[in-house]
């Protein structure tokens, strides 16, 4: 089956544990939940890759596209790569130089860093803020936060940056220098990217995209090791400070000469937390502002396609040190390219209906705002925003842990009140926390039992044998002539809740009947030694006595049928 390549985040199922933490992490809820497995609604989901970054299983990952790229370079056609700032905090700086020989290796024709398109980028920009001075700018060069604007804050895509991503910008420039033919592979730290190709408005620019963890298994797969690639230029060096679009702040310091952090007219912001109470401060409302997001928690040097371990903050400041070691300042300004694209709003799915909504907290028993914990267990901020992702088909109902565990007490309460069985509950000190109807029927006993000790009821050796670690389940039958009755008496403990549970099963029925075929076998054995007998005397004076032998023949067995009979009576 032909792979959907608008797609990017899939679900492993062998590994999705049911845990909701995708739903908690997930800044869309983008997340659907059924049959158990937490699967990635494309409709809805930025391609952020934040489920991939944090689940604990695994279970969450991107498109894998190696063989794309090898099919592009065993095509023939002259391919180049565009290689994303962040690689300075990836890779070690031994490595810096050796990797364009690397790339060289797979058959890569043209090797240069995507920092040429931010530069790019960085300039339209510029120009665009001092067009429109008085206006709200938010720059677009994350494809996350375009999605995240363009589907969940549509009200606001006026406020984009109507330019293309330095990826975009990148492969432009590219096939403006070196024709429209040639491919253009990208290899960054982002998901979000692979998304950002798929654009109908981009297509055609980029014609695959990798992440680093992608890179580094074609370099294994195709035996190529950088400590044995010689150190090597890029056929292209970027200009001013683009090298820092990866990390907060560097796009505004590309863009905006002389910009510091406390330039109030200057935000950069990174994580969905930061991005969203950002959008919230602008809002529609036209301001001299200049918003520069980024979807991941400290930026591109912390995006789900590192595939490395390592500290964002190292991160950062190789990249930093990168590019403030190598910062080109521009001789001959690279020629002008249109960027411009356009934004436009799309919506992921529509509203749930308030009536839907208050039916599915009603069914929940949470129609009173009083009985809406809020407490995020599900994955959701609320429960009203649970109950919507239900309206919705995002979730169900089974997802509230408060409400499930209600449901598993009452059942479990169901089953206590109507057990044919006697059960008691004791806690810590053998005193009675709760007993049922049919162990106060057994033992005589009303409500005023709870809170006495089991030994004003029954023998609490059992109890305490359990209690003392003797035994994990202690049993016995007995007789409580008090009662007249025979239990069969088991304890358990509950450790987690420090009590002990006893199960009380009335057997005085089943010990009757035991003794009543006690007494048919021996009365039978009785009366067979008796005809036994009667025989022998029948043999002597068989004759005399046939008749006499026939009747107390016929009486014994009629005897032996009645004492079976009774006996089946008494087994129904």
């Known amino acids: 089956m032909e792979q959907d390549i608008r797609q990017v985040i899939f679900t492993n199922a062998a590994r999705c544990r049911d845990c909701y933490r995708c739903v908690r992490v997930c800044p869309v809820k983008a997340i659907k939940v059924a049959g158990n497995q937490a699967r990635v609604d494309d409709d809805?989901?930025?391609?952020?890759?934040?489920?991939?970054?944090?689940?604990?299983?695994?279970?969450k990952t991107y498109r894998r596209d190696i063989t794309a790229a090898l099919d592009i370079l065993a095509s023939g056609a002259v391919v180049a790569v565009s290689l994303a700032p962040a690689f300075a905090g990836i890779f070690a700086e031994w490595e810096y130089a050796r990797l364009p020989s690397a790339l060289r290796r797979l058959g890569c024709r043209y090797v240069a860093e995507t920092a040429v398109g931010a530069y790019l980028v960085a300039r339209?920009?510029?120009?665009?803020?001092?067009?429109?001075?008085?206006?709200?700018?938010?720059?677009?060069a994350c494809p996350a936060v375009v999605s995240y604007?363009?589907?969940?804050?549509?009200?606001?895509?006026?406020?984009?940056?109507?330019?293309?991503?330095?990826?975009?910008?990148?492969?432009?420039h590219i096939k403006a220098r070196l024709g429209a033919a040639v491919k253009v592979i990208f290899i960054g730290p982002c998901a979000a990217k692979k998304a950002e190709a798929g654009r109908s408005e981009l297509k055609g620019l980029v014609d695959c995209v990798l992440t680093f963890e992608e890179l580094d298994q074609l370099f294994r797969?195709?035996?190529?090791?950088?400590?044995?690639?010689?150190?090597?230029?890029?056929?292209?060096?970027?200009?001013?400070r683009a090298r820092l679009f990866p990390v907060e702040g560097g796009a505004a310091a590309t863009a905006l000469a002389g910009t510091d952090a406390l330039d109030d007219q200057v935000l950069f912001v990174s994580g969905f937390e930061e991005i969203r109470e950002c959008l919230q401060l602008v809002n529609g409302k036209e301001r001299p502002l200049v918003v520069e997001p980024l979807m991941c928690p400290h930026g591109c040097v912390n995006g789900p396609g590192i595939?490395?371990?390592?500290?964002?903050?190292?991160?950062?400041a190789k990249v930093i040190g990168y590019a403030a070691a190598r910062r080109t300042v521009p001789g001959t300004e690279p020629p002008e390219l249109d960027l411009r694209t356009n934004f436009k709003p799309r919506a992921a799915s529509a509203p749930a209906s308030?009536?839907?909504?208050?039916?599915?907290?009603?069914?929940a028993g949470k129609a009173l705002k009083e009985n809406q914990l809020d407490c995020g267990a599900c994955g959701y901020a609320s429960c009203r925003d649970q109950a919507a992702a239900v309206v919705r088909g995002m979730a169900s109902g089974e997802m509230c842990i408060p409400h499930m565990r209600r449901l598993a007490e009452q059942r479990s309460d169901r089953i206590m009140e109507t057990s044919?069985?006697?059960?008691?509950?004791?806690?810590?000190?053998?005193?009675?926390?709760?007993?049922?109807?049919?162990?106060?029927?057994?033992?005589?006993?009303?409500?005023?039992?709870?809170?006495?000790?089991?030994?004003?009821?029954?023998?609490?050796?059992?109890?305490?044998?359990?209690?003392?670690?003797?035994?994990?389940?202690?049993?016995?039958?007995?007789?409580?002539?008090?009662?007249?009755?025979?239990v069969r008496e088991i304890v358990y403990a509950l450790p987690a809740?420090?009590?002990?549970?006893?199960?009380?099963?009335?057997?005085?029925?089943?010990?009757?009947?035991?003794?009543r075929l006690r007494q048919v076998k021996d009365e039978t054995v009785l009366q067979a030694r008796e005809l036994h007998a009667h025989q022998i005397e029948m043999a002597r004076n068989f004759a005399n006595f046939l008749g006499e032998y026939t009747a107390k023949g016929e009486l014994l067995v009629n005897k032996l049928l009645e004492a079976v009979k009774d006996k089946d009576q008494g087994k129904g």
Do not use: W
């Open 44 to 59: 809805s989901c930025i391609a952020c890759g934040t489920c991939v970054r944090e689940c604990p299983q695994g279970a």
């Open 149 to 172: 604007v363009e589907k969940y804050r549509p009200e606001l895509a006026a406020s984009l940056v109507p330019l293309v991503s330095p990826m975009a910008a990148h492969a432009r």
């Open 497 to 515: 809740e420090q009590q002990y549970v006893g199960l009380f099963i009335n057997i005085s029925s089943g010990a009757e009947n035991a003794e």
């Open 221 to 240: 797969e195709r035996g190529i090791g950088l400590d044995t690639c010689e150190e090597s230029a890029f056929d292209e060096e970027p200009f001013g």
């Open 354 to 363: 308030e009536e839907r909504i208050r039916a599915v907290l009603d069914k």
């Open 307 to 316: 595939g490395r371990e390592g500290n964002p903050f190292e991160r950062r």
């Open 124 to 140: 339209a920009t510029a120009a665009a803020v001092k067009a429109g001075a008085a206006r709200t700018h938010v720059c677009t």
């Open 420 to 486: 044919p069985n006697g059960i008691v509950v004791l806690g810590q000190n053998l005193h009675i926390l709760n007993f049922n109807p049919a162990f106060g029927v057994l033992f005589q006993a009303g409500p005023s039992l709870v809170g006495q000790h089991i030994s004003r009821v029954v023998d609490p050796d059992l109890f305490e044998r359990v209690a003392s670690g003797q035994a994990e389940v202690a049993e016995a039958v007995r007789d409580h002539a008090r009662r007249g009755v025979r």
